[in-house]
């Protein structure tokens, strides 16, 4: 552990380490439904195709586990009977995560995967918490040590077959928890299984209920602003707020300090 720096590192998936299609499957799912199944409703609800915007997506749906973004989603758009049509949705919605997954249309963020490891070089250990129960398909498709190859950077923990699923000291993806975020409960448990005190631990999160979960738990909150939302997240108070985790100074976590290079 990092003597005098924080003792636990804990990592969203979706829009911090990946940049996962699950925006496009949440848009996608409800256009093919309001163009299916659900025409007959569409004119008793706020829905068009251009009201789905990316700030709709990181406002009401990221970071939220699968049913609860698609209630969210239903009732922003002020459908008739929101929680009767939610199962239906978030189960469209997991069919095309599935298939955009499978055909490999994602990518992971390099600046992500160049701080993880830095992370992990100031012997910090590292824990996954995405609410999403898909994280661990990305994951397992992250070759570190080729990246690690590609950059010319070398660690000793960097092994041949490494992957980010294998990387982590713990990994709370899509685990049923009684509560979802902004409810702390998933840092929370991630702390103990690094068996790190909570304000010990710092949260790298890109949505605004990750921020508040990491600020309920007491533990400090970085945000990625990777979709133009950076007043979202500096208002939900994250202690810090970057564009690329390239900017962080990764020699402050030794000294328990969140602060960019700048």
């Given at each position: 552990?990092?003597?005098?720096?924080?003792?636990?590192?804990?990592?969203?998936?979706?829009?911090?380490?990946?940049?996962?299609?699950?925006?496009?499957?949440?848009?996608?799912?409800?256009?093919?439904?309001?163009?299916?199944?659900?025409?007959?409703?569409?004119?008793?609800?706020?829905?068009?195709?251009?009201?789905?915007?990316?700030?709709?997506?990181?406002?009401?749906?990221?970071?939220?586990?699968?049913?609860?973004?698609?209630?969210?989603?239903?009732?922003?758009?002020?459908?008739?009977?929101?929680?009767?049509?939610?199962?239906?949705?978030?189960?469209?919605?997991?069919?095309?995560?599935?298939?955009?997954?499978?055909?490999?249309?994602?990518?992971?963020?390099?600046?992500?995967?160049?701080?993880?490891?830095?992370?992990?070089?100031?012997?910090?250990?590292?824990?996954?918490?995405?609410?999403?129960?898909?994280?661990?398909?990305?994951?397992?498709?992250?070759?570190?040590?080729?990246?690690?190859?590609?950059?010319?950077?070398?660690?000793?923990?960097?092994?041949?077959?490494l992957t980010l699923l294998d990387f982590f000291d713990a990994d709370l993806s899509g685990r049923d928890l009684a509560r979802g975020k902004p409810d702390p409960e998933i840092f929370l448990t991630a702390a103990a299984e690094l068996k790190a005190a909570p304000e010990r631990?710092?949260?790298?999160?890109?949505?605004?209920?990750?921020?508040?979960?990491?600020?309920?738990?007491?533990?400090?909150?970085?945000?990625?602003?990777?979709?133009?939302?950076?007043?979202?997240?500096?208002?939900?108070?994250?202690?810090?707020?970057?564009?690329?985790?390239?900017?962080?100074?990764?020699?402050?976590?030794?000294?328990?300090?969140?602060?960019?290079?700048?």
């Amino acid at each position: 552990m990092a003597t005098g720096g924080f003792d636990g590192a804990i990592f969203d998936v979706d829009g911090v380490l990946v940049d996962s299609p699950h925006e496009r499957a949440w848009k996608d799912a409800l256009r093919e439904l309001m163009e299916g199944d659900w025409a007959d409703i569409r004119e008793h609800t706020t829905w068009s195709e251009d009201a789905f915007t990316p700030q709709v997506y990181q406002r009401v749906i990221s970071g939220k586990p699968r049913t609860a973004g698609a209630l969210a989603a239903l009732e922003h758009f002020q459908f008739p009977d929101p929680q009767a049509r939610t199962q239906t949705y978030a189960a469209r919605k997991q069919a095309f995560i599935v298939r955009l997954i499978e055909a490999r249309q994602f990518t992971a963020y390099p600046d992500a995967l160049r701080f993880v490891m830095a992370v992990r070089d100031l012997g910090i250990p590292a824990a996954a918490a995405s609410s999403s129960k898909n994280a661990d398909r990305f994951l397992k498709h992250i070759h570190l040590d080729t990246f690690a190859q590609q950059e010319g950077l070398t660690y000793d923990f960097v092994h041949p077959g490494l992957t980010l699923l294998d990387f982590f000291d713990a990994d709370l993806s899509g685990r049923d928890l009684a509560r979802g975020k902004p409810d702390p409960e998933i840092f929370l448990t991630a702390a103990a299984e690094l068996k790190a005190a909570p304000e010990r631990c710092f949260v790298v999160e890109d949505a605004v209920s990750g921020i508040r979960a990491a600020k309920a738990g007491k533990m400090a909150a970085l945000g990625v602003a990777r979709a133009d939302d950076q007043q979202l997240l500096t208002a939900a108070h994250a202690d810090l707020v970057v564009t690329t985790l390239d900017e962080v100074d990764v020699r402050g976590l030794a000294s328990h300090q969140l602060r960019t290079t700048r």
